[in-house]
């Protein structure tokens, strides 16, 4: 079956520093993938997409970075603010669904 | 534009009660879709719909959990009886087409406790 997972569950940084989330996937038909941000007590929220036809696309602030030889998902958020506090979940887009990863937790310290 | 809504937010049943969850999703969505999510975990699909029509029930546990989307719109997720195992965040999301390759809409979920 498919499997998404992230390598690192929590991730703290200092606010003003660049993070990377990671995520890696197992199947590889998947030709869409995306990654959500989550609040506590809200639903997720849309960050920024991909399909397997690029290995980079930007957004503000974030950048998805695509590597298809090792299946392999990031997410940079640049100059990371206390609002990006959250749980990132990244999916793969396959057989008409979504199927999410575990999340990381970023913390942000001010 | 309103987004996906949900209600109730939160609800506290005692096990082998019934209860219910609804969604109306964002207008004009054809596609409906309910997740489970458990603490710390990402959200897991139970059931997928096509305007009313259930096109991928395979996850949704069809001895207690029942759904219906009746008129194509809003859609109500059942379960009877609830087990203590239940206890955990349902989403409802929707997206324009069929699914797959598009982003989703999140509702903010109904938070159920189980006691």
């Known amino acids: 079956g498919e499997n998404v997972g992230l390598h690192l569950p929590t991730l703290s940084v200092q606010e003003g520093d660049n993070s990377i989330i990671n995520c890696a996937y197992s199947?590889?038909?998947?030709?869409?993938f995306i990654w959500y941000k989550q609040e506590s007590g809200k639903g997720p929220q849309f960050i920024i997409d991909?399909?397997?036809?690029?290995d980079k696309r930007q957004g503000q602030r974030v950048t998805v970075l695509l590597n298809k030889t090792v299946k392999h998902l990031s997410l940079q958020i640049a100059a990371t603010q206390p609002g990006d506090s959250a749980v990132y979940f990244c999916a793969q887009g396959s057989n008409y669904k979504l199927t999410f990863g575990k999340g990381t937790l970023l913390t942000v310290n001010p | 534009e309103a987004g996906v809504v949900q209600s109730p937010r939160y609800k506290i049943i005692e096990k082998k009660q019934p209860v219910a969850f609804w969604c109306n999703p964002i207008?004009?969505?054809?596609?409906l879709y309910w997740y489970l999510q458990n603490l710390g975990q990402g959200p897991e699909l139970l059931i997928r719909y096509e305007n009313e029509e259930a096109v991928d029930d395979s996850q949704l546990p069809k001895d207690r959990f029942s759904a219906e989307r009746l008129k194509g719109v809003d859609s109500t997720l059942k379960i009877q009886p609830a087990e203590l195992g239940d206890s955990a965040v349902y989403l409802c999301?929707?997206?324009?087409?069929?699914?797959?390759?598009?982003?989703?809409?999140f509702g903010s979920g109904t938070q159920l406790s189980v006691l």
């Open positions: 199947n590889s038909a998947s030709d869409y």
């Open positions: 207008s004009g969505h054809n596609t």
């Open positions: 991909i399909r397997s036809n690029m």
């Open positions: 999301a929707s997206s324009l087409g069929t699914g797959g390759d598009e982003k989703l809409f």
